[in-house]
């Protein structure tokens, strides 16, 4: 801060037009995405890098974005399942935010192949590829993992 004090106003007022800035942007970004994806569900996988890295895997459904924190990131490897804790679900505009510390490692859409009370078997359709995965409800928290029959 400097001995005017001006700074932090300075700062604030320049983070606060930021925000409304990217928050007017994102949702056309958003509404784009929509049109990209249809009527099928978006999904988005936020990348955080303080206070801890981890990554926030959210899926739409019922109207909000469901999520679970995921410490080491989505697995590449159907032997190295991932922990994922549930967290809070989001409003669906979350999907799009972004900061200095979160940022998006892929999004799109996806798609339920089957579903009971302790698993979930889903497709996510990404920027880049389309991997299958498998949320299983352990006792406490839920588990990813990749599933060996991939989409071609």
């Known amino acids: 801060m400097t001995r005017d004090g001006l700074s932090c106003c300075i700062g604030r007022s320049d983070r606060a037009l930021d925000r409304s800035l990217r928050t007017s942007l994102d949702g056309a970004w ?17 990348e955080h890098h303080k206070p801890r890295h981890h990554f926030d895997l959210r899926l739409e459904e019922g109207g909000v974005l469901r999520s679970w924190a995921v410490p080491r990131g989505l697995p590449d490897d159907p032997a190295d399942d991932r922990l994922a804790v549930e967290v809070a679900d989001h409003d669906l505009e979350h999907a799009t935010y972004t900061d200095a510390d979160k940022s998006i490692a892929d999004h799109g859409w996806w798609e339920e192949h089957d579903r009971n009370d302790r698993r979930v078997l889903l ?12 949320l ?8 990813l993992h990749l599933t060996k029959d991939q989409p071609r």
């Open 30 to 46: 958003l509404a784009g995405m929509t049109a990209t994806t249809g009527d099928r569900p978006v999904f988005v996988l936020h």
């Open 136 to 143: 299983i409800r352990t006792d406490r928290d839920w588990l």
């Open 123 to 134: 497709t996510l359709h990404g920027e880049r590829d389309s991997r299958r995965y498998a």
